[in-house]
């Protein structure tokens, strides 16, 4: 073992498994014998893989997938019939009804924390989709949830796939003007919100915040509110709905829908590089197939431990690793109401403490912020029962790696650096703990199934097997990929399968060392990455021009030290207007509505002009590199139209750093 490296990419910085460490369910040899079957026949691997699910009627078909441009299709288990509430819950009914399935563990730490049976789960989600079905919720229609992180918001999902509707959460911090064009993209039939978000002793109005949106949606949308904080809010008859009352009055007892394994089982928006968000599809056999068996083997999960993936539901993270891969394998999950430094940076590590979290999954940037809290806020605390730590969303700096493992692993956990995407469902580029080696800053080798492969970004000519840079493709599906955007099949396979024909394209740059460990880049399109959550450009630059005083607006990122990047605006007002501070704040403010904080500017230059080519198109390169403070390197700007507005931005840059 190595020494800590400050610099990332050390092909040479590999790190022994922690002495001691045992994984229940693969070994390195047993990773190598089984991704190599899993590559050479995966009709034979994902037969057999789908045998973990509770079927209804069993598969007779594995995988029918074509990546080819104009022809897309994917189907995973097509003739199997299964429901993925019952293999969430029923099916562990027998041997662990009495066994917690979900604590919830409160924004506030004074608020005692809940332990959900499985029993209690059952009861929740039967009555719960018996109310769906009293409003009308039929097989194929789309549920819009639009809760906090409590249990209700797994009960919705969960009843949503017993009845056969269609869910499409949305992020609890996204405003009603995202919420509500999520609203009418699905053609949803109804949405459930709460009365009020309590996050970091704050509080979101969500249910003003559905008033606001389904002021633009039809007026056949109901609403369902789940009464959690007890705040006042407006409430229009016949069309709001009072769920937690109405669940005390229905059956504990709703039968199942057997559904298609190629049926949808979610829809979850994300941000690509056009302005418009995508609807992500996932059907339900292989998405739960998918699911449960990286959650079972990435983290090493065992009858007994307790899991906490530190993620909203919102995203796709806590679709996979706290719901539905833990559900599906009779796991205990933790749901986390709360943010890491509320009330102080300590908390992560007491809710540890207090629950004996065995497996603990986290984000990159969340570790950045409490590591600037110092480590004595993790000192506090017994953090003996963590056996496998996890990061997701970014690529983790090494840094970031090294305290990780240092202060919360105590140099005994091994770390599990997940590379993944919304369209993917679950796991694709993963350390398996025990059994594959770390480097800090690697994602390190391919889950099962899973053929990556590099291709060279302008060429498309694919790399050589080892040492290779460019731009990540791969080459065959997996039973957790997107089946299609919904309602556009289209655009699914011009984003994903036009520009490198045959295979998939993750938008992912991508470099793999000598040992074939894959190192992620970041985004080569016009996403990027804040606090680990995807945000488009375009989406940032559509809400700023919608403001009356703006006249154009390019966005981009840059390093960012908590949030890997910030993002970096560029704007110009319309004719006579005065730029100032006020109209500054004014803009961030307005984005904030707009989007969400999520997509608030960090950095709002005010520019004159933008640099264009004589075609009219914004050269963001450019624009890229000053806001990264590289303006030294601006390569060619010759084709521009007018090279002086460069030096403009040069000069009053806003990232000094
Ligand atoms: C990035 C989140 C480096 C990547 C599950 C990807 C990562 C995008 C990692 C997907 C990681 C995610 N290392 N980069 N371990 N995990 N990313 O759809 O750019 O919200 O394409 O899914 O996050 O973000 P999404």
């Known amino acids: 073992m190595s020494a800590a490296s400050k610099t990332s990419g050390e092909a040479t910085d590999m790190r022994a498994i922690p002495a001691g460490f045992e994984n229940a369910h693969a070994t390195p040899d047993v990773y190598r014998e089984m991704y190599a079957a899993s590559i050479a026949d995966p009709d034979t691997f994902w037969g057999e893989q789908g045998k973990r699910l509770d079927w209804i009627k069993p598969y007779t078909r594995v995988k029918d997938t074509d990546f080819t441009y104009g022809k897309v299709s994917i189907k995973w288990y097509e003739d199997g019939v299964l429901n993925a509430s019952v293999n969430c819950i029923d099916r562990h009914l027998k041997d662990r009804a009495l066994q917690t399935a979900i604590i919830w563990e409160p924004d506030d730490p004074k608020t005692p924390a809940k332990h959900i049976t499985y029993r209690e789960l059952s009861r929740k989600v039967n009555q719960m989709a018996n109310v769906l079905l009293s409003q009308g919720v039929m097989r194929g229609d789309r549920v819009v949830i639009y809760l906090p992180m409590i249990p209700e918001a797994a009960y919705a999902m969960l009843a949503c796939a017993r009845i056969g509707a269609i869910h499409s959460i949305v992020f609890a911090g996204f405003s009603p003007d995202a919420l509500a064009n999520r609203i009418n ?30 002021l633009h949606c039809s007026d056949k949308v109901r609403c369902l509110v789940v009464k959690h904080t007890g705040d006042q809010t407006s409430w229009v008859q016949g069309r709001d709905v009072d769920v937690l009352a109405m669940m005390d009055m229905v059956s504990p007892e709703c039968p199942p829908r ?60 806590g679709h996979s690793y706290i719901v539905y891969g833990p559900l599906a394998n009779g796991a205990t999950t933790v749901m986390f109401e709360g943010v890491p430094t509320f009330p102080d940076a300590g908390r992560f590590w007491e809710v540890c403490e207090k629950h004996k979290v065995n497996q603990f999954y986290t984000a990159p940037t969340a570790i950045r912020a409490l590591m600037g809290q110092g480590p004595e806020w993790v ?32 140099g005994k956990c091994p770390i599990v650096d997940t590379w993944w995407q919304t369209e993917t469902g679950g796991h694709m580029i993963t350390s398996l ?190 624009l890229r590199k000053i806001a990264e403070n590289d303006y030294g390197a601006l390569g060619d700007t010759s084709t ?16 000094r750093a």
């Open 640 to 655: 521009l139209a007018d090279p002086s507005v460069v030096d403009d931005l040069i000069e009053n840059r806003m990232n």
């Open 433 to 622: 703990p025990g059994a594959i080696e770390g480097k800090p800053g690697s994602a390190t080798l391919p889950f099962f199934g899973v053929k990556p492969v590099i291709l060279d970004a302008a060429t498309a000519v694919r790399q050589g097997e080892t040492e290779a840079e460019g731009v990540l493709c791969i080459s065959d599906s997996w039973p957790g990929q997107m089946r299609t955007v919904w309602g556009d099949h289209e655009r699914f396979q011009e984003t994903y399968f036009s520009q490198y024909r045959g295979y998939y394209f993750t938008g992912d740059g991508c470099r793999r060392d000598k040992d074939g460990y894959y190192w992620i880049t970041g985004r080569v399109d016009d996403v990027i990455n804040v606090s680990g959550h995807r945000m488009g450009t375009a989406e940032v630059e559509s809400a700023l021009v919608a403001h009356a005083q703006v006249a154009e607006a390019a966005v981009v990122g840059y390093p960012h030290e908590i949030k890997g990047q910030g993002i970096y605006a560029y704007v110009t007002l319309m004719n006579g207007i005065e730029p100032t501070e006020d109209l500054r704040k004014e803009l961030v403010k307005w984005v904030r509505n707009e989007i969400g904080p999520i997509a608030s500017p960090d950095l709002i230059q005010w520019a004159p002009g933008l640099p264009k080519t004589r075609s009219g198109k914004i050269m963001r390169r450019i």
């Open 258 to 317: 057997p559904m298609n394994a190629e049926d949808p089982l979610f829809v979850l928006y994300t941000s690509g590089s056009t302005g418009k968000p995508k609807g992500v599809v996932h059907t339900t056999g292989g998405y739960l197939v998918y699911a449960a068996m990286t959650h079972q083997y990435v983290f090493d999960y065992k009858d007994g431990d307790i899991f906490w993936c530190t993620a909203d539901v919102g995203w796709v993270t």
């Open 379 to 410: 000192e506090k605390y017994d953090l003996s029962s963590l056996r496998v730590l996890g990061t997701v969303g970014e690529p983790i700096n090494p840094e970031a790696w090294v305290w990780y493992d240092k202060h919360v692993g105590k």
């Open 185 to 214: 993209d699905s053609g949803a039939k109804l949405v459930i919100t709460a009365d009020s978000a309590p996050r970091g002793g704050r509080r979101t109005p969500l249910k003003a915040n559905t008033d606001a949106a389904l």
